[in-house]
């Protein structure tokens, strides 16, 4: 069935450096959505991507949706270690949204 | 006000046991979902309710049986425990199916010893 891949697994960054998710499907999306897990908590919905080459910004986070469709990417400028956390993308089957594998960032002071 | 609640929090048993988890959302949402969670945090989707209907029953051992007795409830039941059980399980809900915005539950912890 429809996946989408997410990489990397996982991330470990200074504080103050970038980050950057990358999430690819084998199959053109209606859309993506981007969720966020805190330690111990449970995903909460970011952002949902749905035209072509869209770009969106919340902050310090930007997210892109690819041209195609078939890949998006999540990227934060300077990390804070309040942005500690899985990040899931996440694109749409037929009567559910699949999640991708998640990449945990984790952020030293 | 919780908008999609889970209980118990947390969940401790032995093997061989019967556990039921519930889930309650006051968001009007017409479909619910229970996703599992193991150490790596990979979300796995069991099964999914919409307006009480059964629409996702993914590949899920039958000792796991999911009811819903209205649009606003969603419990799982699972019967004769196993070590492998032990997992994060999220109750979600949305509105409407597809491409919806998911809001989770906190989840329950589950530990079978």
């Known amino acids: 069935g429809q996946q989408v891949m997410q990489i990397p697994q996982y991330q470990h960054v200074q504080e103050g450096e970038d980050f950057t998710t990358y999430c690819n499907s084998s199959?053109?999306?209606?859309?993506i959505q981007w969720y966020k897990q805190r330690p111990g908590g449970h995903p909460v919905f970011l952002i949902q991507?749905?035209?072509?080459?869209e770009v969106k910004k919340q902050k310090r986070l930007t997210f892109q949706f690819g041209e195609a469709k078939k890949n998006s990417s999540l990227h934060i400028t300077a990390t804070q270690t309040t942005d500690v956390g899985t990040y899931f993308c996440?694109?749409?089957?037929?009567?559910?949204?699949?999640f991708g594998a998640g990449t945990r960032l984790t952020v030293k002071p | 006000d919780t908008a999609v609640s889970q209980t118990p929090k947390y969940l401790v048993t032995q093997m061989g046991n019967d556990k039921s988890i519930k889930c309650e959302q006051n968001?009007?949402?017409?479909?619910m979902y229970w996703y599992k969670q193991d150490s790596k945090k990979f979300l796995k989707i069991m099964f999914s309710?919409?307006?009480?209907?059964?629409?996702i029953n993914e590949t899920v051992p039958n000792r796991f049986s999911p009811k819903s007795p209205d649009k606003a409830h969603l419990n799982l039941h699972i019967n004769s425990l196993e070590l492998g059980d032990s997992a994060v399980y999220f109750c979600?809900?949305?509105?409407?199916?597809?491409?919806?915005?998911?809001?989770f539950g906190s989840g329950t912890r589950l530990t079978v010893v």
């Open positions: 991507l749905v035209k072509s080459g």
């Open positions: 309710y919409n307006n009480k209907e059964l629409i």
């Open positions: 199959t053109t999306l209606s859309n």
């Open positions: 968001l009007g949402h017409d479909t």
């Open positions: 996440a694109g749409p089957r037929n009567n559910d949204m699949r």
């Open positions: 979600a809900s949305s509105q409407g199916r597809g491409w919806t915005v998911y809001t």
